[in-house]
């Protein structure tokens, strides 16, 4: 199963690095992983999705947990939860294509930044398996020369769930 954990961490060097190694060392896949700084200067959050079972996960979390750098964490899949994913895409365009493309951008929600002739450029926020079904449909109009993702962020919907490690 895929799962979108949320890390809060302190804002140090080396921090990332001994969350990503705890993956590697023990064989867990990072699919995506997304870091900012949060409303606390000291503090930055992880958004990594990675896939595996409830009991796997279990026990990534209690690993995490582990780490001195780790604030708290959160498995958002767990609840109620918004997540969003940017893509940027460059299309090559037929020119009696142009106008049906950017029709269709538009009416999926998204946006063309740079509708050059020799490469559109668009860009478009939605859930992975959204920007997933909205590659395939513009490459039925468009030869896709690039594809870049941000990986998924995501928040609770209802009041925060953050497990924060106990003292």
Known sequence: MRHIIAIRLQNEAGALTRVAGLFSTRGYNIESLSVAATDDPTVSRITLVTRGSDSVMQQIISQLNKLIDVVAVD?????????????????????????????????????????????????????????????????????????????????????????????
């Open 75 to 167: 498995d958002m899949t767990q609840g109620r939860h918004f997540e969003r994913e940017l893509a940027l895409l460059k299309l090559r365009v037929r020119h009696e294509q142009a106008d049906a493309v950017r029709g269709y951008v538009i009416r999926a929600g998204g946006r063309v930044i740079d509708p050059a002739s020799e490469a559109f450029i668009v860009e478009f926020t939605a859930s992975e398996a959204e920007i997933d079904k909205f590659i395939v449909d513009l490459s039925k109009g468009a030869e896709l020369l690039e594809v870049v993702r941000s990986g998924a962020v995501g928040i609770g919907r209802l009041e925060t769930t953050t497990r924060a490690r106990s003292a």
